[in-house]
């Protein structure tokens, strides 16, 4: 298929990686030309503006980094919405359930089927191509993708209508969020009893505390490898559309609250494009 990708950071580089392994014809846009040079060299073609990258492709991803950086590659001027060829877009951005339903309507009164379709896994699921990828839209337009899911998912989960894919990832944030504490909390105490933290991390990943954070992110803190897999600024917007979205649906999610304050802290003192384990940095000063 020709299949047009937006935005190829962390996460968006290994699915296009993938696409092109598969045999399909990939069109892309980034801000930065420069930043796309190995996907060129692999053989993908890169263009001007998203509009260009449509008028090339059949279907046509987006993975940028903020919800109005979303309604920016759609709407805007050189937007998608001015396809002449492109029909179908999957939004793998995590953006809000709001944007979502409103680029699914605009999208049906052009002629397109616009799916959010969010996913999970961080760097190292995007490069072995086994990504969570919670899904909404359109059933029938979400069921003729599946091909494509398969090349970087390996859990694909279709939700219901537009924005419950959304709304299916800010459960997945909520999760993660208190996940990072615990794990944190684990590993300082037990450095302040005396463990081998790499010794607790093969006992405990392998038991009812298992999880994936811990799994894949426990090491790094340990190691004090702070580079990004998913960053600290992309996780605080998301918890802070968790929270607004909690807030209108009238709950109280207390550790989500307290989780973001930590972050928000690490931003303020120059971290925000660091990877999620740095939040490691608030208890390291006990250890």
Not at 19 to 40: M, P, Q
Not at 209 to 237: C, R, T
Request: glycine letters at 12%.
């Amino acid at each position: 298929m020709q299949i047009g990708f937006i935005g190829t950071g962390v996460m968006g580089a290994s699915i296009c990686k993938h696409l092109l392994n598969a045999g399909h014809t990939l069109h892309i846009f980034t801000r930065t030309k420069e930043k796309a040079a190995e996907l060129i060299e692999l053989g993908a073609s890169w263009y001007g503006s998203p509009a260009e990258v449509a008028h090339q492709a059949e279907v046509v991803f987006t993975m940028v980094g903020y919800p109005q950086d979303v309604d920016q590659v759609y709407t805007g001027d050189q937007g998608l919405f001015e396809s002449t060829s492109a029909k179908t877009f999957i939004d793998l951005t995590t953006s809000t359930p709001e944007l979502a339903r409103n680029l699914a309507e605009q999208g049906q009164k052009l002629g397109f089927q616009v799916i959010d379709a969010p996913v999970s896994g961080g760097d190292i699921g995007a490069q072995q191509g086994v990504l969570s990828i919670m899904i909404g839209g359109d059933e029938k337009t979400v069921e003729s993708l599946q091909s494509l899911f398969t090349l970087f998912g390996k859990n694909i989960v279709y939700h219901g209508a537009p924005g419950a894919g959304q709304h299916t990832k800010m459960c997945n944030q909520i999760a993660i969020a208190s996940t990072m504490i615990a794990v944190c909390e684990s590993l300082t105490y037990g450095k302040k009893a005396g463990l081998d933290l790499n010794k607790v991390l093969e006992s405990i990943t392998q038991g009812a505390a298992g999880s994936w954070s811990l799994s894949n992110l426990g090491p790094k803190m340990i190691a004090e490898d702070y580079q990004p897999g998913f960053y600290i600024k992309h996780f605080v917007k998301d918890m802070g559309i968790a929270l607004s979205e909690a807030e209108r649906m009238g709950i109280k999610l207390p550790g989500l609250t307290r989780v973001k304050s930590l972050y928000d802290d690490l931003i303020t003192e120059g971290f925000e494009d660091e990877g999620t384990q740095a939040l490691i940095r608030h208890y390291k000063k006990q250890w």
